[in-house]
DNA sequence: GGTCAGGTTCCGA
DNA sequence: TCGGAACCTGAC
């Protein structure tokens, strides 16, 4: 197996926690790297600390750059952010090499309709079982990983043997989804030409997906950094530490919405990835027992 | 063995 | 419009 280098000169890179946060599900940690299927490409990857560089294989250069985000000047983003609030600063410092990655659109929707009601762990052993089943394998080095079954694939094997791999109530929606894309009656490349909301609203008309796994969807998977999800977790920050007067016990969600739009700015996913993360990991200090 | 989870849909008021 | 129940499954 033959390892490229990737200097990342300034930039800066939280691998760990850039593919294990609850963006992506795909990801096995190994002592010394990381590996996946990226689209269906093998692919691993470890960072290099000391001479902050990331050592590679299975890919090109520009197709784990652009995963990884690392196109994108953090330091403009995070200066548009909003410049006296220490809380999100607190959240930044805990993990200040935190990306978005950009992953296919189609795995994030899939990946995210499986994802209502679950915590990580377990949505990552959802996706591993879909991909082991009904993707394709591919190697890098001794390493087997799947890539992501298409809709044709997870159209062509149907509700019944999605409910076997643990999806539950979910396997119908997935599968809804599977079969309007495949026979082409719901378009995901059309997401792109419409602005936020109307991609919002259009992503909505799947079956099992909402608001919220619409966000998330137009931020992992289309690159707009402007949409902001909101489950329970950011909700508690957002109450806890932003709800204006009044608003502490009872804020309505569109509200709420609005808020963290106009507060947090042009890349606000980018903020509620920061709170999301330093809020899972700082429950208590942040929320008590509750 | 009961409770609960990173959500959406459906139903009734 | 709004609040609450139901939905599958695995982890604690």
């Known amino acids: 197996m033959k390892l490229h280098r990737l200097d990342l000169g300034e930039r800066q890179i939280d691998l760990a926690a850039t593919l294990h946060c609850g963006q992506v599900f795909q990801w096995t940690a190994l002592e010394d790297g990381h590996v996946a299927a990226l689209g269906?490409?093998?692919v691993r990857v470890a960072h290099d600390k000391n001479e902050n560089a990331l050592s590679y294989a299975g890919c090109d250069e520009a197709t784990l750059e652009r995963y990884l985000g690392l196109d994108l000047d953090l330091e403009e983003i995070i200066?548009?952010?909003?410049?006296?609030?220490?809380?999100l600063a607190t959240a930044m410092n805990y993990t200040p090499g935190l990306r978005l990655c950009r992953q296919p659109a189609w795995e994030?929707?899939?990946?995210?309709?499986?994802?209502?009601l679950k915590q990580v762990p377990h949505i990552r052993k959802i996706s591993l079982t879909l991909r082991e089943r009904f993707g394709?394998?591919?190697?890098v080095g001794e390493h087997t990983v799947w890539a992501y079954p298409t809709p044709a694939e997870l159209s062509a094997a149907g509700e019944e043997a999605l409910r076997e791999c643990g999806l539950g109530y979910r396997a119908k929606s997935l599968a809804l989804a599977a079969d309007r894309i495949a026979s082409g009656e719901f378009s995901l490349s059309e997401i792109d030409d419409l602005e936020g909301g109307q991609a919002r609203d259009r992503l909505c008309e799947l079956h099992?997906?909402?608001e919220k796994i619409a966000d998330c969807v137009l931020l992992?998977?289309?690159?707009?950094?402007a949409a902001f999800p909101i489950d329970v977790w950011v909700e508690r920050v957002l109450k806890h530490l932003y709800a204006p007067r009044g608003k502490k016990r009872k804020w309505p969600r569109p509200e709420m919405q609005a808020y963290a739009a106009k507060y947090f700015g042009p890349h606000a996913g980018y903020a509620q990835q920061y709170l999301f993360h330093y809020a899972r990991n700082h429950d208590k200090v942040l929320f008590?027992?509750?």
């Open 220 to 225: 992992f998977g289309y690159g707009r950094l």
């Open 40 to 42: 269906d490409q093998a």
């Open 208 to 210: 099992g997906v909402g």
């Open 108 to 116: 994030c929707l899939a990946s995210f309709i499986t994802s209502s």
């Open 288 to 290: 008590g027992d509750r």
């Open 136 to 139: 394709k394998s591919c190697q």
């Open 79 to 87: 200066a548009t952010f909003p410049s006296k609030d220490t809380h």
